[in-house]
């Protein structure tokens, strides 16, 4: 009817229709003229589809001039006049610069515009927005404009007035405003207040907008939707959120919001999506969420919520999305949830649930998504869950499930990803199914599963990725006929060659795990491998030199290769051009060193028979980051480029080999060095001052040389070093400080081993004063259990040294982070120790022995209540042993020896577990475990078994000590006490004492023993 009018009227009024054409065709005109001005290009709208969700496609390609571009894809007008009120754009490729003096603007009435999901090149907005004075809907949102909305936009009443950095009033039409993705850092969100009381929709999403979330903002009686995610707004929720009957969505996630999610969001009762992702919130989830009958997305993922999944949640019947990751919920998986009957998403995982997963899921037949990964959950996987025919990702990895897969789980022909690694689930595969047509990625890693592989799993079209490691499979492997096939992982199991031979399957294959197992041969499949990017076959049982047919497997390809822990014994050259990681280590391999490509970032080579000289060729290859040659037979002399070297080089250790001369002299500035290890060599000289200049360095191990110098006092100033370790060589002189500055030396320091040397003088009380990290003034800021370094494919490389442990030389192939150790033995220093000693309360092993000491023991060491190892002997100390040394809870193996301590031994708790030898040479001392009483009145000694001679402290000290590491020092001394103490009947333990005072009196005429015992 009222295009029938419209027609009349043209027909009557002529003047009209040419009033109209002549109006049509000048919109229609501008319009092509703006769609000229950019390209085509699908890229540009590549963020509609991944934020969006969107399909995106070219609307421009329906724009022809000649015809009416009211009917043109995305172009809206009003019939009666033919003027263009509403332009949408969004998602149709356009990009290129957008032009400030665009024909866009010559759209007086336009009233909605949306060119969401395009790419404007780093445009700046143009202030001719400003023009628009009737648009009431505006959508920007990723659309690649850079730099801030300018000041002179949005200037007309029916919009808002933006006076840089912030907005001001007069907005009394605008209700659906979309600026998502605009940079609007130095704008205040609370000048969003002044935006219209008719507001409706409010998008700033990816905005950078920063301070206090803006409290007022659900003051807009009409507002129902609100989107400020990926923001950096601070502060809390407000807990009134006014009466906004209409609201439906939203959105405030990825932001630094904290406290607790307020209650009365219970009162949005229209709610469909909640997303408060990504932010700091904690406290409970509020029960008044079960009032949400409308609502289909829940997001409250990575946040810090605690408590129980609410039962109230199975109310929510219209739900589809309910996400709840990586929080601190605990408890019991409701059974509610399985009410949730929409339900597609459902993500619980990184939490601390417990318990069994229940049954009901089984219900949720819509369901897509399902990932409980990373909890505590137990019992066995539901059989229920092979309802789910819709399921496409399960992930029930990182928790304690038990019992075996069950056979309806490998039904599921929709499923893609199954992980279920790193359980306790037994038994084998089952092998009753057909190929899962859709399986890309299969993760079974680390379970107690056995049996062979089964037939389907050669079979599966779609296998991207199957990882069995570190379980108990065994047989032989069979022809995989998967041409996706691109990672497989069957480290760790008991599979044994020879593989097949036959290569077409696995023409796509480009990461293969096969360590620890039992192959005795490089398998010959890898030899039609040419797309091959990692290979693994360490920790097997090959023997002889890599074949020459290994050049051809991944020639260009292959950037990671780790053969260590067989029996190679020959390696002629590295033909692999764009090798990044080759590990060699722990094999027999002799020979000069080879020179790896230039493109080598990790190259470990130790523990083998490498001889001859180190080639200044190796410097050549400036992208190392990890050196490792220790434990070979190279000899010569250190290249001295690699001073140079050290620019990327972050892990170089040449440890136990038979280089001579000096270290290089020169350290190049911006050293990247963390840890250098020149342990067991035949250097000699002095050291460089240059080594400052890794100012990074963590780890200096030049123990076990020849070096002749006076100790580095500038090493102090290296703000990170955590390790030093000067052991056995010819240094000397005094460590005492001349300097009269105050700022603090070896701040970080952790092990402090000057061991075997010939220090003098007293002991440098200004850096036990300054070793911060013991004193436990400092956090130490490593997460990482061991001391190490990791390299761009995420291995981690741990650091090594040797030390004094207990009275035992020990090599740590790991140096654990709260490792606290200080060795001073066997140099010459002389005087009292320091009571300043006692602050070092995180110290765990301390030895002083064979020095010139005197003077008492200082009761202070009894602070020091991490201590498990102390070692004053082969001193001049005198007084009696402190009592309170009895209290140190830790205390496993202690040492006083030939000293000239008297008085009764501190009886109780772990001293009652030290054997005579650790007070032999001690005249004055009585008591037990000493056959000399004391002349006082006191309590028979406790039962405890004494073992006669040198036998006394092994049999129970180093028994009870690999009982404490394995389980925890505590508990190991306490089973060492109950074993050694218990049970025993009292004749034997009087037997044992009559032999112990026998030959204690046979020793007693031997004469003077050595009063000094040198161990190097």
Known sequence: MASYLFLCLCLFFPHLYASFSSSGSHSCSSLIQFKDSFSITEDASSYCDEIAGLQSYPKTNSWKEGTDCCSWDGVTCDHLNAHVIALDLSCSW???????????????????????????????????????????????????????????????????????????????????????GINMSSVNAHVFMNLSSSLRSLSLAGCDLQGKFPKNIFDFPSLNLLNLGDNQLSGQIPRSLGNLLQFTHLDLSGNQLSGQIPRSLGNLLQLTHLDLSGNQLSGQIPRSLGNHLQLTHLDFSQNQLSGQILRSLGNLLQLTHLDLWQNQLSGQISRSLGNLLQLTYLDLSQNQLSGQIPRSLGNLLQLTHLDFSQNQLSGQIPRSLGNLLQLTHLDFSQNQLSGQIPLSILNLTQLEYLEISENSLEGSIPDEVTALPNLIALDLTNNLLNGTLPSWLYTAPSLKAISLSQNQFSGRIKEFQSKSLEYLYLDNNKLQGPLPSSISQFLNLTHLLLSSNNLS?????????????????????????????????????????????????????????????????????????????????????????????????????????????SHNNLSGTIPQCFGNLSYGLEFLNLKKNKFYGTIPPTFAEGCQLSNFN??????????????????????????????NDTFPHWLGSLPFLQVLVLKSNHMHGSLCVNSSKSSPFFSKIQIFDLSSNYFSGPLPVRYINSFKAIINVEKIGSTVSYMGVNDDGGDFYTYSIGIVMKGRDMELVKIFTMWMIIDLSNNQFEGGIPKVIGKLNLL??????????????????????SLEWLDLSSNRLSGMIPNRLADLPFLSSLNVSENQLHGQIPQGKLFNTFGNDSYEGNKGLCGFPVSKGCNIIEPAPPNVLEKDGSKSNIAFGWKVVLIGYGCGVVFGMSVGYVVFQTGKPKWLVNLVENQQEKRRRRKSKKGNRSSRRRRI
């Open 678 to 707: 020149l342990n067991g060599n035949l250097l000699e000289g002095l050291l460089t001052p240059s080594i400052l200049n890794c100012n990074g360095l963590e780890v200096l191990d030049l123990g076990n040389n020849k070096i």
């Open 521 to 629: 041969e490089f398998p010959q499949f890898l030899k039609g491998l040419k797309s091959l990017e990692s290979l693994d076959l360490s920790c097997n049982k090959i023997e002889g030199k890599i074949p020459q047919w290994m050049q051809e497997v991944g020639n260009d390809s292959l950037t990671y290769l780790n053969v260590s822990h067989n029996s190679l014994t020959e390696v002629e050259h590295f033909p692999w051009k764009n090798i990044e990681f080759l590990d060699l280590s722990s094999n027999l391999i002799r020979g000069n060193l080879p020179i790896p490509a230039s493109t080598i970032n990790v190259f470990l080579i130790s523990n083998n028979s490498f001889n001859g000289e180190v080639s200044s060729l190796i410097c050549n290859v400036t992208s190392l980051r990890i050196l490792d040659l």
């Open 94 to 180: 356009l990009y290129g610069n957008f032009p400030s003096n665009t024909t866009l603007f010559l759209l007086p009435h336009l009233q909605k515009l949306n060119l969401a999901y395009n790419d404007f090149n780093l445009s700046k907005i143009p202030s001719e927005f400003s023009r628009f004075t009737s648009l009431f809907y505006l959508n920007l949102s990723y659309t690649e404009f850079a730099g801030e909305v300018p000041s002179q936009v949005f200037t007309c009443q029916n919009w808002f007035h933006l006076i840089s950095p912030g907005l001001v009033h007069n907005l009394t039409e605008v209700r659906h405003l979309f600026l998502d």
């Open 844 to 865: 765990k092993g301390l030895n002083l022995s064979h020095n010139n000491l005197n003077g008492d023991i200082p009761t202070s060491i009894g602070n020091l209540t």
